[in-house]
């Protein structure tokens, strides 16, 4: 693929450890990122809206759009099906946005191996403990499923280090600066100014 002024990043960790809500925040505070809305076979919580947390599909529906070949990675999590749209994630990055995606790490291999310029971001729980604390806190799931999610969550924590940056959510507005500052200093490296800024370099350098 051709140097883009916009980045494709990656959003990974475990349930509970705050990344969505890091994410809003994020895309909120920061006017070129945009956020990749994933296809999801999972029903909706409370308050989701589809085309805006997710595109809700059913099994059918999104069985077909992998047969397709819309998806750059899509994935089974907890028995739901996700998937990311190629074209989508295309265009916003050819309308210089930055873009991020929400993952988990099987979905950022897939990503990587298409588009290896991705940026990979690791959130981490500041223990296993709180990790669980905020599972039970958000009131959404039974004890049962509970217990598969910090299984899985401890599973998923082994594979860090293929993220580029590891961000520790133990407060959360310092978690946010460090992202912030993550997205900033991608868009301010030599490559990207050479794009953004291409004519007042032709100017500066005649």
């Known amino acids: 693929m051709k140097h883009l002024v ?3 990043f990656i959003v990974s960790a475990p349930s509970g450890t705050g990344k969505t809500s890091l994410v809003n925040a994020l895309v909120r ?35 077909q759009m992998e047969m397709a070949g819309v998806f750059m990675e899509s994935a089974k999590v907890f028995g739901n099906y996700y ?59 039974s004890p049962e499923v509970i217990d598969n999610r910090m299984e899985k969550a401890k599973a998923e924590l082994k594979h860090h280090p293929m993220a580029d940056f590891l961000v520790v959510n133990d407060d959360f507005e310092e978690a ?19 794009i953004i800024n291409r004519r007042l370099l032709a100017k500066l350098v005649q």
């Open 6 to 8: 916009g980045t494709l």
């Open 29 to 63: 505070d920061t006017n070129h990122l945009k956020l990749s809305i994933s296809h999801t076979t999972r029903p909706a919580r409370p308050k989701e809206i589809d085309g805006y947390n997710y595109h809700f599909i059913d099994e059918a529906k999104f069985k």
């Open 83 to 141: 998937g990311t749209s190629q074209e989508t994630v295309i265009k916003m990055l050819e309308d210089s946005h930055d873009v991020v995606l929400e993952i988990d790490w099987q979905g950022a291999q897939q990503v990587v191996k298409r588009m290896p310029d991705a940026v990979m971001i690791f959130i981490l729980p500041p223990s296993i403990e709180t990790l669980r604390e905020r599972l039970e806190n958000r009131d959404q799931d």
């Open 176 to 194: 946010l600066k460090g992202m912030k500052a993550i997205i900033k200093s991608n868009r301010l490296t030599t490559t990207k100014q050479q």
